[in-house]
């Protein structure tokens, strides 16, 4: 009896689970619709330059972190490991290619994910249970054209440029680990760096950051206009975005990619 329970409870977590996820997918694509057909009739653009100011300069430091170390730590393991075949010359190249298209939009996504993501869900969750969201309804303001379009289009913008920050800082954090340690002559690092990578692999970097900032974007104000359960719904609100953006990104960034080296 006890078996046969258990079994049945984890069908309807199971069941509900799948629900929710459905019913969470319906609500981004209709609030999708709502800031195609209502978001961009008149664009606040101080409200935009706000949430550039909060959402992208005020992350660039983990960014720019998160980017320089990770090139060294590439540079140093791979590095390593191409000199027992003689090859390591060669590091700027798998580096440089691994950063451009992968690393460096997918790691900034991650960390603007983290960051932002939990943000905006926790500040319009604390409005969406302190009644504000209705409040603003009442008055007659709209709250997608108020709240959601500014941070969406603030992602937009500030996420590629973050992208395309992390990118040089990565390349750079491997150059000081290829010149000091590897031995690597400078000048010839960065000539068949410039010569073996193409403009598409920047372009992919780059297109792949501008999906990746509307999923963040999306879900994190989805989850956060939906909060209900006081403090305690915020807090879930705030893990449960975190976790939701990070996986999009990582499964989403295997489309992109498959999508991005089939173009020409």
Known sequence: MEQASQA???????????????????????????????????????????????????????????????????????????????????????????????????????????????????????????????AMRALGADPVRKLVVPRILALLIALPLLTIIADALGIFGSYLISVGELRVDPTFYFSSLFLWLWFGDILSGLGKSLFFAYFIGIIACHIGMNVTGGADGVGRATTKTVVACSITVLVSDFFLTKAFWLLP
């Open 8 to 134: 049945v409870s984890f069908t309807e977590r199971t069941i509900r689970s799948v629900q929710g996820l459905l019913q969470d997918v319906g609500g981004i694509v209709f609030l999708t619709r709502d800031i195609v057909t209502r978001g961009f009739r008149r664009i606040e653009w101080r409200l935009v330059l706000q949430q550039l100011e909060h959402l992208g300069w005020r992350s660039l430091t983990i960014v720019n972190l998160t980017a320089i170390f990770t090139g060294m730590v590439m540079t140093l393991q791979m590095g390593i490991f191409l000199a027992q075949f003689g090859a390591k010359v060669y590091i700027n190249r798998v580096v440089g290619l691994a950063i451009l298209r992968e690393l460096g939009p997918v790691l900034t996504a991650l960390m603007i994910g983290g960051r932002v993501g939990a943000g905006i869900a926790a500040e319009l969750g604390s409005m969406a249970v302190t009644e504000q969201l209705d």
